[in-house]
């Protein structure tokens, strides 16, 4: 109790001014919040606010609402029939917590977070060649999230990673963004802080405070990093490049230097046999055949086969004159060709510097190191805000990435408050999930969002789409399709084999980026085709021997019984009064009992109850 | 329910992008159903030339060789040993291998000056879509669904972009309508020829329609318990579809009522079966096809593997020509062939020709462009650009000029970004009479 009002001063403290609490902070953050009374101050913050505004909340949900929609969002899961049933019946009043608390044990858990995670890297990517690890990205932040590390962890290891992208799949936000630091540093800002700082790339943010040199500052972590091919085929690794040059760029830099360390003969000029020779010694590593025969195109241009200082240095500049070397050049854009201003790491939070001419490794432990900070609110906010727009289909701030400080949040204090208790649990993910689906305000009904722009959300619960990968398990788990059976998979392998399972031709089909706000996820014309006609669904929909609907319609002989199966089964919960009435009718009026099941099968699965979170 | 529409979702994109205090242009307002179809068309009435306006794109995957194409360079060593031919354009020589096109080169206009930066394959290929360097932070709208964007009817059967080709890589980079939303999102056909996948019903019709009827009651529940909206978008998307799968419009998609003698001018190959194809949409009222036809990443044995890919491109490309004029939609339909960017003058140890940004080929026919003509010049070598170099956004713009549609328009990103659908550049004079 003492913890709780101790948070609503702080928490208005915080949202006014983040420096001046920032003692407050620390002091709070040593005792671990708990779960249930921070999921009570939030909802009554919320509460709060919405009656000041006078609207009324609905009501809380049923059980059977319940239960679908916390497993759906925990572990990607429909629950079956038997699940259905039997949480239904269960007398234990505490019985939603326990159920979360089971869930979030679940193995699932830990693997539906991670797909989560992987959309949220992969989708916007700007180097596709990355999908080649995002099977090994999946597995290995299952097994963070499965085993409880802390967001602060998990964020440092994907900021400070290195090597070959399979056995080091935490590479993948470098990888996706081709290990280009400005790209780089938008997408960890975004993704980790929830600030949008890429407009900045250009100009002076036309609305937020930050400056454009205060981007570049945040790129001058990222200049060292490097993607590389290995030797395997397609297979590359994320690398440190601190020796200065990286390879290919010495020869530009010193044209001098170059010629001398390369001509044997002594001719003042360089051929490409002498190149070769010296490869294995060159500075910055060796410049691969393609790109010396690249050189000799450009640079020779007397056409004797030997290049001299003279001739390198009047080769045109690389269209990518900044790309490879150790620091970072804000672009000059009255001069895009020039190499630009040399700008020095420097956080644009707290305007704190690591110093000059650190090593990648440190620029990056530096970077990771004031992301995940306990003094950079924008950190734990930005998880909160993320998580519980997946849960309540709509976030404190909207979009969920793009908080900025002049953007202001729907009930700052509850979201302060969830931040806080986040950080004082060592920024534990399932302390963060399980105090969300604990609230109050996630176990309301669904209902449909006010349409006034600036009407509060909250009241209830938002009926959303539900993500590629919890649509895929359920129709999976519906039509009782084993996902690693063999059936239907090629037994090609190679590279690019994961472009082939099931989950990633339907993932290619309804994936949709988890950063884009709900709103706008309606689903399309080709995903609706496929859930019509696909020859995939056709034979499971059938009601013979070997299906779901054949055992559903053999067991029970009883219409009424049949039905409830099948919603239990499709919907996960009993069909009401007026649906078992025009089903019935439905049933009678075509004749035959196969055929009717088949087309209120395939309804079901065609509705948009299906396809959404209820 | 109104006729059957593909914008008709734009209303759910306008509800977040207005709340973050912007509005999208008036003719997304006019799509987004404030009008219906008569008041668009009466709006839009000046514009109504525009309506009939098309474009295909013949996108070569991998970056064609401008010396094995429409640049050769005869008798020098960045030549090899490809030849020249004439043209029925006088003083105008292309490669060897291109004998069709040669003859209908009165109607095609040649680029030999595109000039690019951008070398790699992903991040060029997306810049030739969508005008714009890729950015994490943004999804450029392909320059065909900001076309369609600007052209299309709001009432059709059919959508408004196609994509051909390269069987499951659907979404090649930059091909996508980015923040358009899935209204122009292409509509993706795998294999000329076929219906597209899922459109064909695994029933028959009358049982697909009392589905439909079943599927319509059984929402009635969801809606009443907090769906309605959901319900309601849900319910448009199905209409959409289930319209497609029953319009007469999708036996477009079946070749099989053209002549032997027109399948035939197109090539028995995919990429010719794509083309025919492009043309039948165009005809049916589609703005925008792309047809892919990929493997020009000639690293290895350059010659041969572009005589390959020249006797499928070929053919098709000039029975495309002949066959919008024959059908009188030549000069409304502006038909662009090009690739990612070009190859090395230098021909590399394994006979083959590595990435070449620098200078590339581009041809344009139709759409009042001024055929039998070429813009720009390479050195004798062909390692520089002598003259008139165009740009990304200078062949964009010269596009926009031929479909009439005004490249500085500029439409909202997500982030409140204005957006314009060219950015810089200007059209190229001469291409137009």
Same mark, same amino acid.
């Given at each position: 109790m003492?913890v709780?009002?101790?948070w609503f001063?702080?928490?208005?403290?915080?949202?006014?001014?983040?420096?001046?609490?920032?003692?407050?902070?620390?002091?709070?953050?040593?005792?671990?919040?708990?779960?249930?009374a921070?999921?009570?101050?939030?909802?009554r913050?919320?509460l709060?606010?919405?009656?000041?505004?006078?609207?009324?909340?609905?009501d809380?949900?049923?059980? *059977?609402?319940?239960?679908?929609?916390?497993?759906?969002? +925990?572990?990607?899961?429909?629950?079956?029939?038997r &699940?259905?049933?039997?949480?239904s019946?269960?007398?234990?009043?505490?019985?939603?917590?326990?159920? #979360?608390?089971?869930?979030?044990?679940?193995?699932?858990?830990?693997?539906? %977070?991670?797909?989560? %995670?992987?959309d949220?890297?992969?989708m916007?990517?700007?180097?596709?060649?990355?999908?080649?690890?995002?099977?090994?990205f999946?597995?290995?932040?299952?097994?963070?999230?499965n085993?409880g590390?802390?967001?602060?962890?998990i964020?440092?290891?994907?900021?400070?990673?290195?090597g070959?992208?399979h056995?080091?799949?935490e590479?993948?936000?470098?990888?996706?963004?081709g290990?280009q630091p400005?790209?780089?540093?938008?997408?960890?800002?975004?993704?980790?802080?929830?600030?949008?700082m890429?407009?900045?790339?250009?100009?002076?943010?036309p609305s937020?405070? %930050?400056?454009?040199?205060?981007?570049?500052?945040?790129?001058?972590?990222f200049?060292?990093?490097?993607?590389?091919?290995?030797?395997?085929p397609?297979?590359f690794?994320?690398?440190?490049? &601190?020796?200065?040059?990286g390879?290919?760029?010495?020869?530009?830099?010193?044209?001098?230097?170059?010629?001398?360390f !390369?001509?044997?003969?002594g /001719?003042g000029?360089?051929?490409k046999?002498?190149?070769?020779?010296r490869?294995a010694?060159?500075?910055?590593g060796?410049?691969?055949?393609?790109?010396?025969?690249?050189?000799?195109?450009?640079?020779?241009?007397?056409?004797?086969?030997a290049?001299?200082?003279?001739?390198?240095?009047?080769m045109?500049?690389p269209?990518q004159?900044?790309?490879?070397?150790t620091?970072?050049?804000?672009?000059?854009?009255? &001069?895009?060709?020039s190499?630009g201003k040399?700008?020095?790491?420097?956080?644009?939070?707290?305007?704190?510097s690591?110093?000059?001419?650190?090593?990648?490794?440190?620029r990056?432990?530096?970077?990771?190191?004031?992301?995940?900070?306990?003094?950079?609110?924008?950190?734990?906010?930005?998880?909160?805000?993320?998580?519980?727009?997946?849960?309540?289909?709509?976030?404190?701030?909207?979009?969920?990435?793009?908080m900025?400080?002049?953007?202001t *949040?729907?009930?700052?204090?509850a979201?302060?408050?969830?931040?806080?208790?986040?950080?004082?649990? /060592?920024?534990?993910i399932?302390?963060?999930?399980?105090?969300?689906?604990?609230?109050q305000?996630?176990?309301?009904?669904?209902?449909?969002?006010?349409?006034a722009?600036?009407?509060?959300?909250?009241?209830?619960?938002t009926?959303?789409?539900?993500?590629a990968?919890?649509?895929? !398990?359920?129709?999976?788990?519906?039509?009782?399709?084993?996902?690693?059976?063999?059936?239907?998979?090629?037994?090609?392998?190679?590279?690019?084999?994961?472009?082939?399972?099931?989950?990633f031709?339907?993932?290619?089909?309804?994936?949709?980026?988890?950063?884009?706000?709900?709103?706008?996820?309606?689903?399309?014309?080709?995903?609706?085709?496929?859930?019509?006609?696909?020859?995939?669904?056709?034979?499971?929909?059938?009601?013979?021997?070997?299906?779901?609907?054949?055992k559903?319609?053999?067991?029970?002989?009883h219409?009424?019984d049949?039905?409830?199966?099948?919603?239990?089964?499709?919907?996960?919960?009993?069909?009401?009064?007026?649906?078992?009435e025009?089903?019935?009718?439905?049933?009678?009026?075509?004749?035959?009992?196969?055929?009717?099941?088949e087309d209120?099968?395939?309804?079901?699965?065609?509705? $948009?109850?299906?396809?959404?979170?209820? | 329910m109104?006729?059957?529409?593909?914008?008709?979702? =734009?209303t759910?994109?306008?509800?977040?992008v207005?709340r973050?205090?912007?509005?999208?242009g008036?003719?997304?307002?006019?799509?987004?159903?404030a009008?219906?179809?008569?008041d668009?068309m009466?709006?839009?009435?000046?514009?109504l030339?525009?309506?009939?306006?098309?474009?295909?794109?013949?996108?070569?995957?991998g970056g064609?060789?401008?010396?094995?194409?429409?640049?050769?360079?005869?008798?020098?060593?960045s030549?090899?040993?490809?030849?020249?031919i004439?043209?029925?354009a006088?003083?105008?020589?292309?490669?060897?291998?291109?004998?069709?096109?040669?003859?209908q080169?009165?109607?095609?206009? =040649? #680029?030999?000056s595109?000039?690019?930066k951008?070398?790699?394959? /992903?991040?060029?290929?997306?810049?030739?879509?969508?005008?714009? #360097?890729? $950015?994490?932070?943004?999804?450029?709208?392909?320059?065909?669904?900001?076309?369609?964007?600007?052209?299309?009817?709001a009432?059709r059967?059919?959508p408004?972009?196609v994509?051909?080709?390269?069987?499951?890589? *659907?979404?090649i980079?930059?091909?996508g309508?980015?923040?358009l939303?899935?209204d122009?999102?292409?509509?993706?056909?795998?294999?000329?020829g076929?219906?597209?996948?899922?459109?064909?019903?695994?029933?028959?019709?009358?049982?697909?329609?009392?589905?439909?009827?079943?599927l319509?009651?059984?929402?009635?529940?969801?809606?009443?318990?907090?769906?309605?909206?959901?319900?309601? !978008?849900?319910?448009r +998307?199905? /209409?959409?579809s289930?319209?497609?799968?029953?319009?007469?419009?999708?036996k477009t998609?079946?070749?099989?009522h053209?002549?032997?003698?027109?399948?035939?001018?197109?090539?028995?190959?995919?990429?010719?079966?794509?083309?025919?194809?492009?043309?039948?949409?165009?005809?049916?009222g589609?703005?925008?096809?792309?047809?892919?036809?990929?493997?020009?990443?000639?690293?290895?044995d350059?010659?041969?593997a572009?005589?390959g890919?020249?006797?499928?491109c070929?053919?098709?490309?000039?029975a495309?020509?002949a066959d919008?004029?024959q059908r009188?939609?030549?000069d409304?339909t502006l038909?662009?062939?090009t690739?990612?960017?070009?190859?090395?003058?230098?021909? !590399?140890?394994r006979?083959?020709?590595d990435? %070449?940004?620098?200078?590339f080929?581009?041809?344009l026919?139709?759409g009042?462009?001024?055929?039998?003509?070429?813009i720009g010049?390479?050195?004798?070598?062909g390692?520089?650009?002598?003259?008139?170099?165009v740009?990304?956004p200078?062949?964009f713009?010269s596009?926009?000029?031929?479909?009439?549609?005004n490249?500085s328009?500029?439409?909202?990103?997500?982030?409140?970004?204005?957006?314009?659908?060219?950015?810089?550049?200007?059209?190229?004079?001469?291409?137009?009479a």
């Open positions: 003492i709780r009002s101790r001063s702080v928490g208005l403290a915080l949202t006014l001014s983040c420096g001046v609490t920032a003692a407050a902070c620390a002091a709070d953050n040593r005792t671990p919040a708990d779960s249930n921070v999921a009570a101050e939030v909802d913050l919320i709060t606010d919405l009656r000041h505004s006078g609207v009324n909340p609905v809380r949900c049923n059980d *059977a609402d319940f239960l679908r929609r916390t497993t759906l969002d +925990i572990t990607g899961q429909l629950p079956s029939p &699940d259905v049933t039997i949480f019946l269960d007398p234990d009043a505490d019985k939603r917590q326990v159920l #979360i608390e089971q869930l979030l044990q679940s193995p699932e858990y830990g693997k539906n %977070w991670a797909r989560y %995670w992987r949220v890297v992969y916007p990517a700007t180097e596709n060649r990355a999908r080649i690890a995002q099977a090994d999946e597995t290995w932040m299952a097994d963070k999230l085993s590390a802390g967001w602060n962890r964020v440092t290891a994907m900021l400070t990673a290195t070959d992208v056995e080091h799949p590479t993948a936000l470098l990888i996706a963004q290990a400005a790209e780089v540093a938008a997408e960890a800002c975004r993704i980790f802080l929830g600030i949008q890429q407009c900045a790339n250009c100009h002076d943010h937020d405070v %930050w400056k454009r040199n205060q981007f570049h500052e945040l790129a001058a972590y200049p060292r990093i490097a993607v590389r091919q290995t030797r395997q397609l297979a690794e994320i690398a440190s490049v &601190d020796a200065d040059r390879r290919g760029f010495f020869f530009r830099e010193n044209p001098e230097q170059f010629v001398r !390369n001509d044997r003969n /001719d000029k360089v051929t046999d002498e190149m070769r020779d490869a010694q060159a500075p910055g060796s410049i691969p055949a393609q790109l010396r025969d690249r050189i000799f195109e450009q640079g020779d241009t007397n056409k004797d086969g290049l001299t200082a003279e001739e390198i240095k009047s045109p500049v269209n004159a900044r790309r490879g070397s620091e970072h050049y804000m672009p000059d854009l009255n &001069d895009p060709a190499k040399l700008i020095q790491p420097k956080f644009f939070v707290d305007d704190s690591p110093g000059q001419g650190l090593s990648d490794e440190g990056r432990a530096a970077v990771a190191e004031s992301f995940t900070s306990r003094k950079n609110p924008w950190f734990a906010r930005a998880i909160v805000n993320r998580i519980w727009a997946e849960f309540l289909g709509e976030g404190f701030y909207m979009p969920i990435d793009d900025g400080p002049t953007r *949040a729907r009930f700052p204090e979201i302060d408050a969830l931040a806080k208790g986040f950080v004082s649990n /060592d920024h534990d399932r302390w963060l999930v399980r105090t969300i689906a604990m609230t305000t996630y176990q309301r009904k669904v209902a449909a969002k006010p349409v722009e600036d009407a509060l959300p909250f009241a209830a619960v009926p959303t789409r539900l993500r990968d919890l649509v895929f !398990n359920s129709l999976f788990q519906v039509l009782g399709i084993n996902e690693d059976s063999n059936e239907g998979r090629d037994a090609m392998g190679g590279p690019r084999a994961y472009q082939r399972e099931p989950r031709q339907f993932d290619f089909l309804f994936g949709v980026d988890p950063s884009v706000p709900k709103d706008d996820i309606t689903g399309n014309v080709p995903q609706s085709l496929y859930l019509m006609n696909s020859n995939a669904l056709r034979a499971a929909l059938t009601a013979n021997n070997n299906t779901r609907l054949g559903i319609l053999r067991e029970n002989k219409e009424n049949a039905l409830g199966e099948l919603y239990l089964l499709v919907l996960a919960r009993e069909p009401s009064k007026h649906e078992i025009i089903c019935q009718t439905y049933i009678k009026d075509v004749g035959l009992r196969g055929e009717a099941y209120l099968m395939w309804s079901l699965l065609n509705s $948009s109850e299906f396809l959404s979170k209820r | 109104s006729a059957f529409s593909w914008h008709e979702d =734009v759910l994109h306008r509800q977040s207005s973050r205090g912007f509005l999208y008036t003719s997304a307002a006019a799509a987004a159903g009008f219906n179809f008569h668009v009466s709006a839009q009435a000046a514009d030339r525009k309506q009939g306006r098309a474009m295909i794109l013949l996108f070569m995957q064609p060789s401008q010396l094995e194409t429409f640049d050769p360079k005869p008798g020098t060593d030549g090899g040993p490809t030849k020249a004439s043209t029925a006088p003083g105008i020589q292309i490669a060897e291998g291109w004998e069709e096109t040669a003859k080169m009165q109607d095609i206009a =040649v #680029i030999r595109m000039t690019n951008e070398g790699q394959h /992903d991040r060029a290929v997306y810049q030739m879509h969508t005008g714009y #360097i890729p $950015s994490g932070s943004i999804k450029h709208p392909a320059l065909g669904c900001n076309l369609a964007h600007e052209l299309s009817h009432e059967e059919l408004a972009v994509s051909i080709g390269n069987g499951r890589a *659907a979404g980079g930059g091909s309508a980015g923040f939303g899935v122009y999102e292409p509509f993706h056909v795998a294999n000329p076929k219906l597209p996948e899922n459109v064909a019903m695994t029933v028959n019709e009358s049982r697909f329609k009392r589905r439909l009827g079943l319509d009651k059984l929402e009635g529940e969801f809606a009443s318990q907090g769906g309605a909206t959901v319900v309601e !978008n849900h319910r +998307i199905t /209409d959409k289930s319209k497609l799968v029953l319009s007469p419009l999708t998609f079946d070749l099989s053209e002549s032997a003698a027109t399948r035939e001018s197109y090539g028995n190959t995919d990429f010719g079966r794509g083309c025919l194809l492009a043309r039948r949409l165009v005809e049916s589609v703005t925008f096809v792309e047809v892919r036809l990929g493997n020009w990443d000639t690293h290895q350059n010659f041969d572009v005589k890919l020249a006797r499928q070929d053919p098709a490309l000039a495309l020509i919008l004029k009188g939609l030549f409304k038909i662009v062939w690739g990612e960017f070009g190859r090395t003058p230098r021909v !590399n140890p006979t083959g020709r990435h %070449w940004p620098r200078n080929n581009a041809l026919a139709g009042g462009v001024k055929g039998g003509q070429v010049e390479t050195s004798k070598d390692t520089s650009l002598v003259k008139d170099p740009s990304v200078d062949l713009c596009i926009c000029k031929s479909l009439e549609v490249p328009k500029e439409n909202m990103s997500p982030l409140g970004r204005p957006m314009k659908i060219v950015d810089g550049g200007k059209p190229v004079d001469g291409l137009f």
